[in-house]
């Protein structure tokens, strides 16, 4: 089994998929242990001083200016973590709480916490132990960190509220955790606060829906080609020299793609043979590489946002390197807030034009000789007209998904917090905007193979050949009369969302972008 190291210095994406989604264990380093021993050493030292130090003797938020005695200070800890477990909705997926529970880890192993080694030991014991917290749909602001996701993360490692076992079953945390001999934490000061101040949920997410979406562009620069062949259209708008004069890396990456997917097709280039002459392709196929490509260069904006996090230490107050414990405003969702709200909307406009692509196939006025609605007989059978209804209110949704979160705020805390980033919103839409684009780029490709497949006499790429094999494998059929529809579109999400589809291209094109 894969194990995942903590150290000082952050941690990688493909570790966060690891422990999110994978089975992969978490160690914490010897230099982390090190580094947290050092780091409490210095809060305990404060704790003993009569000056007040927020965290760590005084209350929180706009509660902040009470000076806490020692005697209360256990009692404190432990409520912060009570009173900020109050998500309401439903529960969030569990590789989006364990990512949030390790990126958690991830900040408190870095030895800006003040947090002692035991809890630590305690958070990757829950981990590796499969036991995730119940956490509520709503309850993050995404400022002050994800308040009441992290709660009620931390108040299972306290043995109290909701959480499920490896084998799926929601039981109380206190009985979980007895069944796999994990000692409750007994908080004490500043642990509490040092759990619950994070963007670890939605740079979690960010850090998924990162690899989704990679996933999906390839996904859609392969339906796009399809679509292209389907439709005769011309590859010489794929040209490289083309996209060398307009330099965008996505750009040249999607049109690069698409070219070896139809490299050897019989299908391209037939304008002059239809009973509609064509001088150029619609927009939505020969523009496919520029909006594709708009939507990698964002993508990889977001990398560099996701991996300046992944190496931050987000906390309030933070325990500095010459013993300092100061505060701060890191814990400020914005960053991430904002590419979450970008890729909402890239993602809604790769959807929109696979699905123009999709009605191109469809209408026998625009398709070049199809079949209307991709029929085996239209009139008596209505082909795929439904399913590019279905397509179109996904993409009606995502449309709706790509309205911005992180343009909104609500003050709390009686007006301390007076600007917040909505973060975790934006992270939530996303991913529901994921979710859609699998099932868009499906349809896409449900209809581009049928479409090819109705091209009796001409002979597609090798690579789209590819493809509709491993998809009729799979068990979504081909060309025919009318058939209880929703299934094919099922397998065909599956076989996207799973990733057969690159899979079935690469052993004939090369690794795609």
């Not at 992969?24 to 021993?37: I, N, Q």
């Not at 993508?299 to 560099?304: D, E, G, S």
């Given at each position: 089994?894969h194990?995942?190291?903590?150290?000082?210095?952050?941690?990688?994406?493909?570790?966060?998929?690891?422990?999110?989604?994978?089975r992969?264990?978490?160690?914490?380093?010897?230099?982390?242990?090190?580094?947290?021993?050092a780091?409490?050493?210095?809060?305990?030292?404060?704790?003993?001083?009569?000056?007040?130090v927020?965290?760590?003797?005084?209350?929180?938020g706009?509660?902040?200016?009470?000076?806490?005695?020692?005697?209360?200070?256990?009692?404190?800890?432990?409520?912060?973590?009570?009173?900020?477990?109050?998500?309401?909705?439903?529960r969030?997926?569990?590789?989006?709480?364990?990512?949030?529970?390790?990126l958690?880890?991830?900040t408190?192993?870095?030895?800006?916490?003040?947090?002692?080694?035991?809890?630590a030991?305690?958070?990757?014991?829950?981990?590796?132990?499969?036991?995730?917290?119940?956490?509520?749909?709503?309850?993050?602001?995404?400022?002050?960190?994800?308040l009441?996701?992290?709660?009620?993360?931390?108040?299972?490692?306290?043995g109290?509220?909701?959480?499920?076992?490896?084998?799926?079953?929601?039981?109380?945390?206190?009985?979980?955790?007895?069944?796999?001999?994990i000692?409750?934490?007994?908080?004490?000061?500043?642990?509490?606060?040092?759990?619950?101040?994070?963007?670890?949920?939605?740079?979690?997410?960010?850090?998924?829906?990162?690899?989704?979406?990679?996933?999906l562009?390839t996904?859609?620069?392969i339906t796009?080609?399809?679509?292209?062949?389907?439709l005769?259209?011309?590859?010489?708008?794929?040209?490289?020299?083309?996209?060398?004069?307009?330099?965008?890396?996505g750009?040249g990456?999607?049109?690069?793609?698409?070219?070896?997917?139809?490299a050897?097709?019989?299908?391209?280039?037939?304008?002059?043979?239809d009973?509609?002459?064509?001088?150029?392709?619609?927009?939505?196929?020969?523009?496919?590489?520029?909006?594709?490509?708009?939507?990698?260069?964002?993508?990889?904006?977001?990398?560099?946002?996701?991996?300046?996090?992944?190496?931050?230490?987000?906390?309030?107050?933070?325990?500095?390197?010459?013993?300092?414990?100061?505060?701060?405003?890191n814990?400020?969702?914005?960053?991430?807030?904002?590419?979450?709200?970008?890729?909402?909307?890239?993602?809604?406009?790769?959807?929109?034009?696979?699905?123009?692509?999709?009605?191109?196939?469809?209408?026998?006025?625009?398709?070049?000789g199809?079949?209307?609605?991709l029929?085996?007989d239209?009139g008596?059978?209505?082909?795929?007209?439904?399913?590019?209804?279905?397509?179109?209110?996904?993409?009606?949704?995502?449309?709706?998904?790509?309205?911005p979160?992180?343009?909104?705020?609500?003050?709390?805390?009686a007006?301390?917090?007076?600007?917040?980033?909505?973060?975790?919103?934006?992270?939530?839409?996303?991913?529901?905007?994921?979710?859609?684009?699998t099932?868009?780029?499906?349809?896409?490709?449900y209809?581009?193979?049928?479409?090819?497949?109705?091209r009796?006499?001409?002979?597609?790429?090798?690579?789209?050949?590819?493809?509709?094999?491993a998809?009729?494998?799979?068990?979504?059929?081909?060309?025919?009369?009318?058939?209880?529809?929703?299934?094919?579109?099922?397998?065909?999400?599956a076989?996207?969302?799973?990733?057969?589809?690159i899979?079935?291209?690469?052993?004939?094109?090369?690794p795609?972008?």
């Open positions: 089994m194990t995942v190291v903590v150290g000082t210095s952050g941690t990688t994406a493909e570790d966060v998929i690891a422990v999110a989604r994978g992969a264990r978490v160690e914490l380093s010897a230099e982390a242990l090190a580094a947290l021993a780091a409490r050493e210095i809060v305990d030292a404060l704790a003993a001083k009569p000056e007040p927020y965290g760590v003797s005084t209350g929180f706009a509660l902040a200016t009470r000076h806490i005695g020692p005697e209360l200070r256990g009692r404190l800890q432990r409520n912060i973590v009570r009173s900020h477990a109050a998500g309401m909705g439903p969030v997926e569990r590789d989006v709480v364990r990512a949030l529970m390790f958690r880890l991830k408190v192993a870095s030895g800006h916490t003040g947090v002692r080694p035991e809890v030991r305690t958070m990757a014991d829950l981990l590796n132990a499969g036991i995730t917290p119940v956490v509520h749909e709503y309850g993050s602001l995404g400022c002050s960190g994800d009441a996701p992290l709660a009620h993360c931390a108040l299972a490692l306290m109290e509220g909701e959480a499920e076992g490896p084998d799926g079953t929601v039981r109380p945390a206190g009985e979980l955790l007895a069944a796999h001999g000692t409750p934490v007994e908080l004490r000061e500043k642990e509490g606060l040092a759990l619950l101040n994070g963007t670890d949920g939605m740079l979690g997410m960010l850090v998924m829906a990162l690899a989704d979406l990679h996933r562009y996904s859609a620069d796009a080609a399809l679509s292209l062949e389907a005769l259209g011309t590859d010489t708008v794929l040209a490289p020299e083309l996209h060398a004069i307009r330099p965008h890396p750009q990456a999607s049109a690069d793609n698409m070219l070896r997917v139809l050897g097709s019989g299908l391209t280039g037939h304008f002059q043979e009973a509609a002459p064509r001088v150029q392709d619609a927009y939505s196929v020969r523009c496919a590489p520029q909006v594709a490509g708009a939507g990698r260069d964002t993508l990889a904006y977001a990398r560099i946002v996701a991996d300046r996090e992944l190496a931050s230490a987000v906390d309030n107050p933070v325990v500095l390197p010459d013993g300092r414990v100061e505060s701060n405003g814990f400020h969702g914005a960053p991430v807030a904002y590419v979450l709200d970008f890729l909402a909307i890239v993602a809604a406009d790769l959807g929109s034009i696979a699905e123009r692509r999709t009605d191109r196939l469809l209408d026998k006025n625009r398709s070049h199809l079949p209307a609605f029929a085996d239209p008596v059978d209505s082909g795929l007209m439904i399913a590019q209804y279905t397509q179109a209110a996904l993409v009606s949704e995502m449309k709706r998904l790509a309205v979160a992180s343009v909104d705020s609500i003050p709390s805390s007006m301390q917090e007076d600007h917040v980033s909505m973060g975790w919103s934006a992270a939530r839409k996303l991913r529901t905007a994921v979710d859609n684009l099932r868009i780029i499906a349809v896409e490709l209809a581009a193979t049928r479409a090819v497949e109705l009796e006499g001409l002979t597609p790429a090798p690579a789209s050949r590819a493809v509709i094999e998809l009729r494998a799979a068990g979504v059929a081909g060309p025919g009369p009318d058939r209880f529809l929703s299934p094919d579109l099922a397998g065909a999400d076989f996207v969302r799973e990733g057969l589809l899979a079935a291209v690469e052993p004939v094109t090369g795609l972008a």
